[in-house]
């Protein structure tokens, strides 16, 4: 198993930019591909970005391509998304997500979650 932490949310101003952060611990975290899901109020968890397990391979929703970016460092067991020129339908719940498939894009497709961290843009 591997357990997921998120960081670094937190209200910004629109226009800002936020890094959120996801710690594993457990078994091997490159051994796993890595995503970002955010769910706004009243609406369902949807996909932003996912990356293979070397940071070889990203993809995005085609409407978020460009203002965030996913990265990771295998060294420091952590995935990041970094978010530029926030808006305030950026506003949600963040959470990432581990898979041993070598990426996905869908939902059910992954094994393990975290908590998620709120991010809130006031406009």
């Known amino acids: 198993q591997v357990q997921l932490v998120e960081s670094g949310g937190g209200l910004v101003q629109a226009g800002g930019s936020l890094r959120l952060s996801c710690a594993a611990s457990?078994?091997?975290?490159?051994?796993?591909?890595m995503g970002w899901f955010r769910q706004a109020p009243g609406k369902e968890r949807v996909f932003v970005a996912a990356?293979?397990?070397?940071?070889?391979?990203?993809y995005y929703v085609a409407s978020m391509k460009g203002r965030f970016t996913i990265s990771r460092d295998n060294a420091k067991n952590t995935v990041y998304l970094q978010i530029n020129s926030l808006k305030p339908e950026d506003t949600a719940v963040y959470y990432c997500a581990a898979t041993m498939k070598p990426i996905a894009t869908i939902r059910d497709e992954f094994d393990y979650w975290g908590q998620g961290t709120q991010v809130t843009v006031s406009s």
């Open positions: 457990g078994r091997t975290f490159s051994s796993y591909a």
């Open positions: 990356i293979n397990w070397n940071g070889g391979n990203t």
